[in-house]
């Protein structure tokens, strides 16, 4: 498709010409945007929308290649478009860009949970000092969202990841993490502090 003035069209910009012809300007960019979301994984942040990037870390529990080692291995950026930076830590650090975002980052990296991605911001999060007086703080929040996610051994084979263990409950190992995690913000009588 041509311009008047013969200069190509890109498909976007055919898509949103064709569209404003049967709908308004609004549903116009909705439908480019959902488009560009299906073609590319990403989503379209327009400069008027107010998103922020969240940080993340890789939180090694196994080194499953035997090179990054186990613990924080590398810190991570979740852009509003849903697309992922990580950037490694050590001797040889690098920097890679995941367009599909934090489902390459856990397919990538994540070996079977032997690595977890933790979230550092939350989507949903306001700063603690906006926070409402009975809300419990951000860095508390951070702390139990991280404990949440962490993998606990299976109490029958010690596996971090999935197993076959019939009948293997893991809830008191998770409960142990949970109330570990939250130890320093819990008085003696066990009320928030």
Sequence with gaps: MTTPTDQP???????????????????AQALV????RELTGRTVVGPEQQLAPRRFTLRRHHDVSGVSGAGAVADG???????????WRGAHPSAVFWDRGRVSVEFIHGHQGATEIVMLDQDDEQPAEAAEPRTVPLHVRRVLDHALRRPVPCPK?????????????????RLDVVLAALAPWLTAEGEAA
């Design 33 to 36: 945007a959902e488009a560009a």
């Design 157 to 173: 084979c010690s596996r971090l990841t999935a197993c076959r263990c019939a009948g293997a409950d893991r809830t008191e190992a």
């Design 77 to 87: 950026v979740l852009w509003p478009d849903g697309t992922a930076s990580v950037r």
């Design 9 to 27: 069209m890109s498909a976007v910009a055919a898509l949103l010409a064709l569209a404003r012809r049967h709908t308004d300007e609004e549903a």
